[in-house]
């Protein structure tokens, strides 16, 4: 499998990355470690979490790192995998913080659930859009420093800020953002591309798609009106099933068929087929659903799939 590396560090990745919100959500401890030993096991290494998975469970979050971190601890394996973490969300005890009193309170907390002494990417979650930048960046300054945290990316931050933190840094000699992830996927192109594209060129970013399947969607199991309210996701994504939707739904089967392939597998392939896309990162609950992802870096779109694919999601 062809590695990638993280722009601007030594992390060397494969190209996807797992999603962990849903450890200690739809899966248990049980099936969490059954689940990571099959993606490690097939040669994968990159594990994006956050401190907030699953709030929406326990109010506070904390789970999903927990498990990682007892995952690690019990395969004794922390060199060999690059794990991303965040700071900043929201919970039912706070709202969105990426204040230096949060940052510095929270990169200890996360460590010690992980049970590592660093972070490989510390993300800025959400940003709350009141803390100056200044002063995020400085707490981030004082975590790299301490051997904390490797390098710092950024995910729910706007064009304007994401901007600034770029002159911040540069002007103080503090970190930089080494990678953005941004909502991107097939049925929601516009915000990514008109606003973020010319930014991650411009400084230089990879980029980790969160919601690269638009929370099932893309996988091709919602095929009428009935099917968004057999799962938990479905009552969120029933706005992708019109027009624009389904055509997407319907050329991604043909090119499945055609490639003896997936639905699943194709978006995440249209997706590692933009140069500007590092790893998507996407979620497995099942060996089957692992399957789909394991096989997106195998399959190479043809210019026709891709062509197709561009102008019916456009």
Do not use: C
């Not at 204040?99 to 049970?115: A, F």
């Not at 597998?265 to 249209?270: D, F, I, K, Q, R």
């Amino acid at each position: 499998m062809n590695k990638r590396i993280i722009k601007n560090t030594d992390l060397e990745i494969a190209p996807i990355n797992f999603g962990g919100n849903v450890f200690g959500w739809t899966l248990d401890e049980k099936q969490s470690f059954e689940i990571l030993d099959q993606f490690t096991e097939a040669g994968f290494n990159f594990i994006d979490t956050a401190d907030t998975y699953a709030w929406w469970v326990n109010g506070t979050g904390g789970q999903s790192e927990a498990i990682i971190g007892k995952w690690l601890k019990e395969r004794k394996n922390r060199e060999n995998v690059v794990i991303a973490t965040k700071v900043g969300s929201e919970t039912k005890e706070h709202g969105f913080d990426v204040s230096k009193k949060h940052i510095l309170k929270s990169v200890d907390e996360s460590l010690q659930r992980l049970g590592t002494d660093y972070i490989d990417l510390y993300y800025t979650h959400f940003d709350d859009n009141v803390t100056p930048i200044e002063e995020t960046l400085s707490a981030y300054d004082e975590i790299v420093k301490a051997g904390k945290v490797r390098h710092i990316a950024a995910s729910n931050v706007s064009p304007e800020r994401l901007i600034e933190s770029f002159e911040v840094a540069e002007k103080n000699n503090f970190p930089k953002y080494v990678a953005l992830q941004p909502h991107y996927n097939l049925v929601e192109r516009e915000n990514f591309e008109t606003k973020y594209a010319s930014l991650v060129d411009k400084y230089d970013l990879s980029v980790f798609p969160y919601w690269s399947l638009a929370a099932g969607f893309l996988t091709g199991k919602y095929k009428t009106d009935a099917d968004f309210e057999k799962t938990t996701r479905g009552a969120g994504i029933k706005k992708y099933f019109d027009e624009k939707g389904k055509n997407v739904l319907t050329v991604l089967e043909t090119i499945a068929d055609k490639h003896n392939s997936a639905p699943a597998t194709v978006s995440l392939a249209w997706l590692l087929a933009n140069p500007l896309i590092t790893a998507p990162i996407v979620s497995a609950t099942s060996q089957n659903q692992l399957r789909t992802l394991f096989d997106a870096p195998q399959l190479e779109l043809d210019q026709e799939d891709l062509e197709l694919l561009n102008r019916v999601s456009k």
